[in-house]
């Protein structure tokens, strides 16, 4: 399946990333773009990710477990559509987005949504207990499972029609204003 993504993703002419447990792999960038990919991945990971840079991924995906694939593009959103046109033939994927800029791939069942629904099950609460918070498409199945789906007032307008509420935005403190108007604090 991974191979065949990264087909879409060559003949699409996209930049895309796959990651393991512990590596990810990105197309050959000029030494300053990878210089600049490893520093902005110690900000997230610490020293906890391997980094590899390489012309054929392809030898990579048969060494590694890839668990997740992300393909990007900062200027080119018709590219984008078709590249998650080519990706919906593929069964057993999950296609969503985090980004207006990228497209992410897993595997079918991996998503917040199943992950909430996991947590839930482990605290043995019940969904109207719980309250989740999103911003963007990868956000949806875990607003749709939760008693309140929290849509950031960042969001674009198609996610913020699957939320039960509407709080400010990222930067305007809006999961805070959300928490003091549903728990009364």
């Known amino acids: 399946i991974c191979l065949k993504i990264i087909d879409i993703f060559e003949k699409n002419e996209v930049y895309y990333q796959l ?3 512990n590596t990810m792999m990105c197309k050959n960038l000029s ?10 991945l110690k900000n997230f990971f610490n020293d906890d990710i391997n980094v590899h840079f390489g012309d054929d991924l392809k030898e990579e995906v048969v060494k590694h477990k890839i668990l ?3 393909a990007i593009d900062d200027y ?3 590219k984008l559509k078709k590249v998650k046109e080519d990706l919906a033939q593929i069964e ?11 497209v992410e791939i897993m595997h079918k069942g991996v998503n917040k949504g199943e992950a909430l629904k996991a947590l839930i099950n482990y605290l043995g609460i019940d ?6 918070f999103g911003d963007n498409y990868n956000d949806l199945p875990m607003l749709e499972l939760a008693g309140i789906g929290v849509v950031m007032g960042n969001a674009n307008d198609e996610v913020k029609e ?3 509420y509407i709080t400010a935005k990222n930067t305007e403190d809006g999961v805070a204003k959300a928490i003091y108007k549903f728990l009364k604090i």
């Open 31 to 40: 030494k300053e773009d990878q210089r600049k990919t490893k520093e902005r």
């Open 127 to 132: 969904k109207d207990e719980v309250i989740a």
């Open 92 to 102: 057993d994927i999950e296609i969503t987005s985090s980004w207006f800029n990228n």
């Open 162 to 164: 699957n939320g039960d």
């Open 68 to 70: 997740k694939i992300i």
């Open 19 to 21: 990651y393991s447990e």
């Open 76 to 78: 080119d959103m018709d």
